[in-house]
């Protein structure tokens, strides 16, 4: 983002980063139950500084993205990915 927004807007912005993180797999069960579910999918995660040797890596709650959904199914998978991506969090966290 940091040299997009310089480039293409002249501004100086703190570093931050946006990782494509989508599970085809995930991503695959969860269209076969909704079609439009690839508009919510949680395919994203952002790692920000927010200060001097403060960094934050964050992702959208899978769960809650889809309770916008009328669809019980899609719990399940929400809640596969929820857990996945609370690992990785706390993963990069750790380092």
């Not at 991503?27 to 949680?42: D, K, N, S, T």
């Not at 790692?47 to 890596?57: A, H, I, K, P, T």
């Not at 809650?64 to 596969?80: I, P, R």
């Given at each position: ?7 293409k807007?002249?501004?100086?912005f703190r570093?931050y980063?946006?990782?494509g ?16 579910i ?6 994203n995660?952002?790692?920000q ?9 964050a992702?959208?709650d899978?769960?809650?993205?889809m ?7 899609l719990t399940e998978v ?8 609370i690992?990785?969090?706390?993963q990069?966290?750790?380092v």
């Amino acid at each position: 983002m940091q040299a997009t927004l310089k480039e293409k807007l002249d501004v100086d912005f703190r570093r931050y980063r946006i990782l494509g993180a989508c599970n085809p797999p995930f991503a695959h069960r969860a269209l076969q139950l909704e079609e439009r579910i690839g508009l919510m999918l949680p395919c994203n995660v952002i790692v920000q500084e927010l200060g001097e040797n403060d960094v934050e890596v964050a992702a959208i709650d899978p769960v809650k993205s889809m309770q916008a959904v009328d669809n019980a199914a899609l719990t399940e998978v929400a809640d596969e990915v929820r857990a996945k991506l609370i690992r990785v969090i706390r993963q990069v966290g750790a380092v």
